[in-house]
Antibody, heavy 117, light 107 residues
Framework: QVQVVESGGGVVQPGRSLRLSCAAS????????MHWVRQAPGKGLEWVAA????????YYADSVRGRFTISRDNSKNTLYLQMNSLRAEDTAVYYC??????????WGQGTLVTVSS | EIVLTQSPATLSLSPGERATLSCRAS??????LAWYQQKPGQPPTLLIY???NRATGIPARFSGSGSGTDFTLTISSLEPEDFAVYYC?????????FGQGTKVEIK
């Protein structure tokens, strides 16, 4: 079955960096685009970034462009989100999401990032 | 960036009633609109994609309609498990964006 599992969250000081990982299994990772979506505590969903199946193109929300970098390693079936210059407003649960596969997409359980001094 | 506006913010209904949720885009998204359901403490679940196609395993009481800038999610008869927050998402152009959500609560 399709599974995506995020890791790497934690507490980090403002201005510092953090890298999230997403381990994928149960589908052809190298054939599918992937996304990161976040949700601040008690707030709505915010799409963050996307990457094509082969890593050739990346797209970002205006709020993270220039600070975050999405990447992937298809040999390891792993998606990454490098987050630099973190701000308090980046505090959120970060979800890894597959591109739609047939009639469904798949979300992980999320990893919490807290930016606080 | 395309802005999605959902209305109402909160919908108070009883089980068995019909729910009608609206999503309006600031510019045309053609039919590239999805609907998600989210329950507390859980990741969202895809309900509808491409405006009117039900995702795998989604009951027929959920239906989506619309194109261009105006979209509707209809729940024909609310079941107890349908009380949740619903989000629309456009996939027409980058960056993808979500609406702010509609909470369907028990009256």
């Amino acid at each position: 079955q399709v599974q995506v599992v995020e890791s790497g969250g934690g507490v980090v000081q403002p201005g510092r960096s953090l890298r999230l990982s997403c381990a994928a299994s149960g589908f052809t990772f190298s054939g599918n685009g992937m996304h990161w979506v976040r949700q601040a505590p008690g707030k709505g969903l915010e799409w963050v970034a996307a990457i094509w199946y082969d890593g050739s193109s990346q797209y970002y929300a205006d709020s993270v462009r220039g600070r975050f970098t999405i990447s992937r390693d298809n040999s390891k079936n792993t998606l990454y989100l490098q987050m630099n210059s973190l701000r308090a407003e980046d505090t959120a649960v970060y979800y890894c999401v597959t591109q739609r596969i047939s009639d469904q997409d798949y979300w992980g359980q999320g990893t919490l990032v807290t930016v606080s001094s | 960036e395309i802005v999605l506006t959902q209305s109402p913010a909160t919908l108070s209904l009883s089980p068995g009633e019909r729910a009608t949720l609206s999503c309006r885009a600031s510019q045309s998204v053609s039919s590239y609109l999805a609907w998600y359901q989210q329950k507390p403490g859980q990741p969202p679940t895809l309900l509808i994609y491409d405006a009117s196609n039900r995702a795998t395993g989604i009951p027929a009481r959920f239906s989506g309609s619309g194109s261009g800038t105006d979209f509707t999610l209809t729940i024909s008869s609310l079941e107890p498990e349908d009380f949740a927050v619903y989000y629309c998402q456009q996939r027409s152009s980058w960056p993808w964006t979500f609406g702010q959500g509609t909470k369907v609560e028990i009256k």
